[in-house]
């Protein structure tokens, strides 16, 4: 059974940094999977952050996270670098793999179990 797993949330201050890793087990985040970022805040619908079709794609970036975000991908890890946080950063975040590699799909196959992102002053 495939299982994605989520690490490096915390609480920040505004300005400073963060890392979310995302480690997949059981052949759920091979090369030509779709992984995407996805976060949700306290009362708000869950929002895409940033997405990779395929091992060597180009990463796709939300425009709230745009030039502060950047999304890594290697052999069945995936990482998010978030610089300069914000209040409205806050959330929490969740990586996904979806088969077809299709960063538009509506249906990810595979969901870890989220990691915490507070920023606050």
């Not at 995407?36 to 796709?60: D, H, I, N, Y």
């Not at 996904?96 to 606050?120: K, L, M, P, R």
Request: overall charge negative; hydrophobic content about 30%.
């Amino acid at each position: 059974q495939g299982q994605l797993a989520e690490a490096g949330g915390g609480s920040v201050q505004p300005g400073q940094s963060l890392r979310l890793a995302c480690a997949a087990a059981g052949g759920i985040m091979d090369d030509n999977y779709a992984v995407k970022w996805f976060r949700q805040a306290p009362g708000k619908e869950r929002e895409g952050v940033s997405c990779m079709s395929s091992l060597k794609g180009s990463a796709t970036y939300a425009d709230s996270v745009q030039g502060r975000f950047t999304m890594a991908r290697f052999h069945n890890m995936a990482y998010l670098q978030m610089n300069n946080l914000k209040p409205e950063d806050t959330g929490v975040y969740y990586c996904a793999t979806e088969a077809d590699g299709n960063c538009q799909s509506h249906e990810y196959d595979y969901w870890g179990q989220g990691t915490q992102v507070t920023v606050s002053s």
